[in-house]
């Protein structure tokens, strides 16, 4: 039983290791697939006041963005 109970802890370890690997992995692709999103609030606020567009679609676009264009006044 001791030995079951010690493989088992052992296939723990390497899964909550593999976990915190796949996290790792996840933000790196993000930040690959997704450059724009890792670019500083105020530099995307920057891009969103000079954009000629409507700030309510610009907003729709992802939750970051929504964030970003309702904490610049001067888009509304």
Sequence with gaps: LAA???KIH???SQLTLLHSEERTARAALD???YPVLS???DVTSEI???CAGDP???ASVCRHWRE???SCPRLW
């Design 4 to 6: 079951v109970q010690a």
């Design 39 to 41: 670019l500083p609030n």
């Design 48 to 50: 969103f006041q000079q």
């Design 10 to 12: 052992s296939l723990e």
């Design 31 to 33: 930040t690959i697939v």
């Design 68 to 70: 970003i264009a309702l």
């Design 56 to 58: 309510l679609i610009l």
